[in-house]
């Protein structure tokens, strides 16, 4: 079970939305480096970054703020967020990012996210942002008539790495992960899948450590680790089997 620390990107600070909202931003570290060193000098051993400006334009905007973060850390990143083209895949791996995460991409050209899965084995994640069970791309601007099980299961064959599922109506506000949807999707599919959305606190944690849930390859936490409702030694030792 991997822990997933995350750095959302805006303006070039580390910030956390609400459900998406860019309206409701709230910078938490005006040092996104510093941010990614802390999480690695926690304790944490894997990294994720959401360029939020590149999910709106489709295109990396916070790219700058990225290359920091990645001279900052030696711990493995995946990147989402803005990345439409072989080109733009290709350029973050040459970079050092571990894995890049194809969200809008996945619905409007999936043609692209096969090739790119094809191309870099184990490199090529999905990302599968639901409300209310529709896939929302666009960076959360527009909902799909695609439903998360759908979209995951066209990708079975394609050599994807992992899907990413949040669940939108959750995001940022540590109402707890929707874990039941979340086991659901990953009982359904081969593809490892790593919960988003809503994580708040150890017993979130040690819900995903409940043998139903080990399908899953691990949670991303935001927001709870910033303000301190998670405390990320407890969290991750909890996860390494030193505490109950």
Same mark, same amino acid.
């Given at each position: 079970?991997?822990?997933?620390?995350?750095?959302?990107?805006?303006? &070039?600070?580390?910030? %956390?939305?609400?459900?998406? +909202?860019?309206?409701?931003?709230?910078?938490? @570290?005006?040092?996104?480096?510093?941010?990614?060193?802390?999480?690695?000098?926690?304790?944490?051993?894997?990294?994720?970054?959401? +360029?939020?400006?590149?999910?709106?334009?489709?295109?990396?905007? @916070?790219?700058?703020? !990225?290359?920091?973060?990645?001279?900052?850390?030696?711990?493995?990143?995946?990147?989402?967020?803005?990345?439409?083209?072989?080109?733009?895949?290709?350029?973050?791996?040459?970079? &050092?990012?571990?894995?890049?995460?194809?969200?809008?991409?996945?619905? %409007? +050209?999936?043609?692209?996210? %096969?090739?790119?899965?094809?191309?870099?084995?184990?490199?090529?994640?999905?990302?599968?942002?639901?409300?209310?069970?529709?896939?929302?791309?666009?960076?959360?601007?527009?909902?799909?008539?695609?439903?998360?099980?759908?979209?995951?299961?066209?990708?079975?064959?394609?050599? !994807?790495?992992?899907?990413?599922?949040?669940?939108?109506?959750?995001?940022?506000?540590?109402?707890?992960? @929707?874990? +039941?949807?979340?086991?659901?999707?990953?009982?359904?599919?081969?593809?490892? !899948?790593?919960?988003?959305?809503?994580?708040?606190?150890?017993?979130?944690? #040690?819900?995903?450590?409940?043998? #139903?849930?080990?399908?899953?390859?691990?949670?991303?936490?935001? #927001?709870?680790?910033?303000?301190? #409702?998670?405390?990320?030694?407890?969290?991750?030792?909890?996860?390494?089997?030193?505490?109950?």
């Amino acid at each position: 079970m991997i822990l997933f620390p995350a750095i959302d990107l805006k303006d &070039g600070k580390c910030v %956390r939305l609400k459900q998406g +909202d860019m309206a409701q931003a709230t910078v938490f @570290n005006h040092d996104p480096a510093q941010q990614a060193a802390q999480f690695e000098h926690d304790g944490f051993r894997y990294l994720h970054i959401v +360029d939020l400006d590149g999910a709106f334009a489709g295109k990396p905007v @916070n790219a700058h703020a !990225v290359e920091r973060i990645l001279e900052a850390v030696t711990m493995p990143v995946q990147l989402g967020g803005g990345i439409r083209d072989i080109a733009g895949v290709e350029a973050w791996l040459e970079k &050092g990012i571990t894995r890049v995460i194809l969200g809008t991409a996945a619905v %409007r +050209d999936p043609a692209f996210v %096969r090739e790119a899965a094809r191309r870099h084995p184990g490199r090529v994640a999905v990302g599968l942002d639901a409300r209310e069970g529709r896939v929302a791309v666009e960076g959360w601007a527009e909902t799909s008539d695609l439903t998360a099980l759908e979209l995951a299961r066209s990708f079975e064959d394609a050599g !994807v790495a992992a899907i990413i599922y949040t669940d939108i109506s959750r995001d940022g506000l540590l109402k707890g992960l @929707n874990l +039941d949807a979340t086991i659901a999707l990953a009982e359904a599919i081969s593809i490892p !899948v790593v919960a988003s959305g809503g994580l708040a606190s150890l017993d979130d944690v #040690r819900a995903l450590l409940d043998p #139903r849930a080990a399908r899953l390859e691990g949670a991303i936490t935001g #927001r709870a680790l910033y303000d301190g #409702r998670l405390d990320p030694h407890a969290a991750l030792a909890l996860v390494a089997g030193l505490a109950a």
